[in-house]
């Protein structure tokens, strides 16, 4: 069904067709413009900002770009167009057709899902709310504004769900999404990484290529749902959020491109010499980079995890890309699992496939992460270098599952506890490297300019160029 952009709240789900459902969602509306209002980038509400916004959910020609003062972005509901007689893809009910209200069985955890899921998206606009004051151009602050109305967009997505499929008890929960805050000590956001502030580009370029990405793959598991809407409503997300990535991933390569040509031109490559020219040194973008990863591989949970075995065995969040293969039902399927002993060494043994999911989906995610990493490797090897940036180990710095607090090196080599503590910031980001950091985000808002520590990227957005005046501050 096409996208209904005159009615109050833009969708395709024929809400006309449902008044209580509509007029409950028109409650919840102004509730989430006050949050957008007080808790958004509250600061640009006067900027007209070049935004794309969602017109079909074709995957060809979806979005119309233009521009918008962002408290007048057209947050909807868009669920991608159903599969005719789609049937579950996993788990002890494979094969059964798809559910189209909730089965009373799994409704508390479905509705734990979605708002785990849903808590994400404004925690995320939340954390970048004053990004704006320091954006090195006006085509970076154009898209970290397309990224804040997206999130926004997907909390609508989580938030309908809500009110369409729960009652009043998915209605207290969309209340409580708009009530808990990043960083708040009394209503924190739910998963940890989404508590952490994100105080400066660095930060956001690593948070947009590390935690929208385990984004995707979250998406990508909720696609493979039996709960048809739920499916639908991920799979259209999945579109947008590709954006997001992008963002991190150019955003990080155009750091390390205007970092190894202050290298050239200096003819060194000591760290004190390129901070002083006002660059990010690749060890700083290191430890950026381990801060990142490690906190978003939280984000996947325990490596042994019932939750994620019941989850699956029922049907209601399958493996991202789950087709690609052979077993989809894992009863009397093993992973070989490597933990601490508690005695300073590893210990490996079999268990249940099903129980060590998350396990399998942290996997898959870091090989996604490597392909950047590929990338800008290979713009270090052609400028000379020899330094090349890593992933951590997967048991670096985690604070959740088998590994949580155990003293590991980037490597992954388990060192005494003392030795871990004296170095970690060998490792991740000191209150030093953050103060330099936030040293260079001096606000550049002249069209066509760009701050010195990152490069323009290569083109600009929606085949503008790239000094487009894409944000007209008031
Ligand atoms: N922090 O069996 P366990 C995105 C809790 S990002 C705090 O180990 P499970 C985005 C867990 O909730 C994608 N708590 O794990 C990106 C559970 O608590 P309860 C967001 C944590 O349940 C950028 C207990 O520990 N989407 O979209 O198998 C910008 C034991 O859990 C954490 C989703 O996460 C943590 N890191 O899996 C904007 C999808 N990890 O229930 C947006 C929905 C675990 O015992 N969520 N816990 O009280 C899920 O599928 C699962 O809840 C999790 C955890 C994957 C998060």
Not at 116 to 128: F, K, N
Not at 204 to 232: I, N, V
Not at 234 to 248: I, K, N, Q, Y
Not at 448 to 461: D, L, S, T
Request: hydrophobic content about 35%; overall charge negative; proline content about 5%.
């Amino acid at each position: 069904m096409a996208i209904n952009y005159s009615e109050k709240i833009p969708n395709n789900v024929d809400l006309t067709n449902d008044r209580t459902l509509q007029r409950a969602l028109e409650h919840w509306q102004p509730h989430f413009l006050q949050w957008w209002h007080e808790m958004g980038p509250t600061d640009f509400e006067k900027a007209e900002v070049y935004l794309r916004t969602a017109t079909s959910v074709d995957a060809e020609g979806w979005a119309r770009y233009g521009s918008v003062h962002m408290p007048e972005y057209r947050w909807g509901i868009f669920l991608a167009d159903a599969v005719p007689e789609r049937k579950i893809g996993f788990g002890d009910a494979m094969g059964q057709p798809v559910w189209h209200q909730i089965p009373g069985e799994y409704r508390s955890t479905l509705r734990r899902l979605i708002v785990t899921q849903g808590d994400t998206e404004p925690a995320s606009v939340e954390q970048q709310r004053l990004l704006g004051h320091s954006c090195p151009s006006l085509y970076d602050l154009r898209n970290l504004f397309q990224v804040n109305v997206e999130e926004g967009r997907h909390l609508w997505a989580m938030v309908y769900l809500l009110h369409a499929y729960f009652g009043r008890d998915g209605r207290e929960e969309a209340e409580e999404l708009l009530a808990r805050h990043s960083g708040d000590s009394d209503k924190p956001r739910i998963l940890t990484t989404f508590n952490e502030p994100i105080s400066d580009w660095l930060s956001f370029y690593c948070f947009t290529y590390f935690t929208d990405r385990d984004g995707k793959y979250q998406l990508k598991s909720l696609a493979e749902s039996g709960f048809d809407p739920l499916s639908r409503t991920s799979r259209f997300m999945l579109t947008e959020e590709a954006h997001h990535m992008f963002v991190g991933e150019t955003g990080i390569g155009r750091v390390i491109k205007r970092t190894l040509e202050v290298m050239k031109e200096l003819g060194t490559d000591d760290p004190a010499k390129i901070r002083a020219h006002g660059a990010v040194d690749l060890p700083l973008l290191q430890k950026y980079l381990n801060f990142w990863c490690s906190s978003s591989l939280d984000l996947f949970g325990s490596e042994i995890s019932s939750n994620s075995a019941a989850n699956f065995a029922n049907g209601l969040k399958g493996r991202p890309d789950e087709s690609q293969y052979v077993d989809h039902v894992l009863r009397g399927a093993t992973f070989h699992l490597e933990t601490p002993d508690g005695k300073g060494a590893v210990q490996a043994e079999d268990v249940p496939m099903l129980n060590a999911l998350n396990e399998v989906m942290r996997g898959s995610y870091l090989k996604d992460c490597e392909i950047g990493l590929k990338r800008w490797n290979r713009a270090i090897e052609r400028a000379g270098h020899g330094v090349r940036l890593t992933l951590p180990s997967p048991h670096f710095r985690r604070t959740i599952g088998a590994w949580a607090g155990q003293p590991l090196t980037p490597e992954g080599r388990l060192i005494p506890r003392d030795e871990y503590d004296k170095r970690l910031h060998d490792w991740i980001p000191s209150e030093s490297d953050r103060a330099f950091v936030r040293s260079l985000m001096q606000k550049v808002v002249e069209q066509g300019k760009m701050a010195a520590w990152v490069a323009p990227p290569e083109r600009g957005i929606n085949s503008l160029p790239v000094d487009y005046e894409y944000v007209h501050l008031a």
